[in-house]
Nanobody, 126 residues
Framework: VQLQASGGGLVQAGGSLTLSCKDS????????MGWFRQVPGKEREFVAA????????FYADSVKDRFTMIRDNGKSTVYLQMNNLNPEDTAVYLC????????????????????WGQGTLVTVSS
């Protein structure tokens, strides 16, 4: 598994941005995928996760109804569509992968995930 996140940038409050995370390995379909974010000095925060087939998604309360996570198994890529962004969404966004069942509930914790991308910075100006 080799994850490469992209799509970050500077956006005004109320705007939208779509992040991508591509797995250049060969086991993309075997892994659940997740997005986390981190601000310097704070713990890594769960944002969203998606099952292996893409049939179910889980979101943090803070982004529910604003963010949508999608996966394309044919392209070994997951996306995070972010709408109605606010300054509190400013962070480095990291994608993660892990060969575990999201229904167990552990997806919320960074330690549950086996693989991490390098992160992409999202800055939301007020």
């Amino acid at each position: 598994v080799q994850l490469q996140a992209s799509g970050g940038g500077l956006v005004q409050a109320g705007g939208s941005l779509t992040l991508s995370c591509k797995d250049s390995g060969r086991t993309f379909r075997d892994n659940s995928m997740g997005w986390f974010r981190q601000v310097p000095g704070k713990e890594r925060e769960f944002v969203a996760a998606i099952t292996r087939t893409g049939g179910n998604r889980f979101y943090a309360d803070s982004v529910k109804d604003r963010f949508t996570m999608i996966r394309d198994n044919g392209k070994s890529t997951v996306y995070l569509q972010m709408n109605n962004l606010n300054p509190e969404d400013t962070a480095v966004y990291l994608c993660a992968a892990g060969p575990f069942d999201l229904y167990a509930g552990s997806y919320y914790y960074p330690t549950a995930w086996d693989y991490w991308g390098q992160g992409t910075l999202v800055t939301v100006s007020s």
